[in-house]
């Protein structure tokens, strides 16, 4: 087991890492997929030492705080000098465990399974095409160009889906708005669960899809009249087939306001002039 104590910047390169632990408070993290040899770049380091491990049987590497568990991540109330940039750089499949308390995250490129921890600082996925676990107090996640499965879990955290693909993603919030503009392939399996907060969804005109959106007391609103509304003592609800169906997406509240919107060919068209001129 090689150890290290950082109290410095500095920079240490490691030989084969299979798996992921890095555990910080403050600052900015990220975990980056890469070809070459696995590294770690510290940019700052606060007042009280991080320590590094890394097993050469295992190829199990860990980043940590010794006295900043992944259980107690989102319980932690320690003060203290624990600000720390740090960027990782491992191989795209290699598994990850991320938590931190205030510090951002981005997480890019990996395909393994991630999971990751916040109370306040926001996160985002970039290109993640594996399996993540998201669970955040109020921080927010957002997501570009999700291909594989997110669950994520929040009591005031928003999460943002853009160009996403995914194959699965569920998302639950108590007060947390969910904002997704969504690509959905035949099996793709969608839900959305809120009490107050806004569910706000975008899918292409021709998508193949089973829908179905509830909400107690909240508005449902969407732009495909093909879908069926229904109002009933216990709320009101839009459900129906889209495109023959295939894939599914739900979204329930128990207050929040539901919308689905429905992204035209000639909308796309234009956005993406917009954006290139």
């Not at 319980?75 to 191989?91: E, Q, S, Y």
Request: with cysteine; hydrophobic share 35%.
């Amino acid at each position: 087991m090689a150890r290290w104590t950082i109290e410095e910047p500095g920079e240490l390169t490691f030989g084969q890492v299979t798996g992921l632990s890095v555990r910080i408070v403050a600052g900015r993290l990220a975990v980056l997929a890469g070809d070459g040899p696995p590294t770690l770049e510290v940019a700052e380091a606060g007042g009280t030492p991080l320590h590094v491990e890394h097993d050469e049987e295992t190829g199990h590497l860990t980043v940590a705080y010794h006295d900043l568990t992944w259980d107690g991540v989102l319980g932690w109330l320690r003060p203290g000098n624990r600000r720390t940039v740090l960027t990782l750089t491992v191989p795209k499949n290699c598994p990850v465990q991320a938590g931190v308390i205030s510090a951002s995250t981005v997480l890019a490129g990996l395909e393994g399974r991630t999971g990751v921890r916040s109370v306040s600082g926001d996160i985002t996925l970039d290109g993640v095409s594996g399996e993540v676990h998201a669970e955040t107090i109020s921080g927010s996640v957002e997501s570009r160009g999700l291909s594989g499965d997110l669950s994520f879990s929040s009591v005031s955290g928003e999460l943002t889906v853009a160009d996403g693909a995914p194959r699965r993603l569920k998302a639950q919030t108590v007060t947390g708005r969910i904002m997704a503009d969504l690509e959905l392939s035949p099996t793709g399996h969608v839900t959305f669960i809120s009490v107050s907060g806004t569910v706000l969804v975008r899918l292409p005109a021709d998508v193949r899809t089973d829908v179905t959106l509830q909400s107690t007391s909240g508005a449902v609103e969407a732009e495909f009249p093909e879908l069926t509304a229904r109002d009933r003592p216990g709320g009101r609800s839009l459900s129906g087939r889209l495109g023959g169906g295939m894939a599914s997406l739900s979204a329930t509240t128990v207050s929040g306001e539901i919308t689905l919107f429905r992204k035209d060919v000639s909308t796309e068209t234009h956005e993406e002039t917009e954006a290139h001129a």
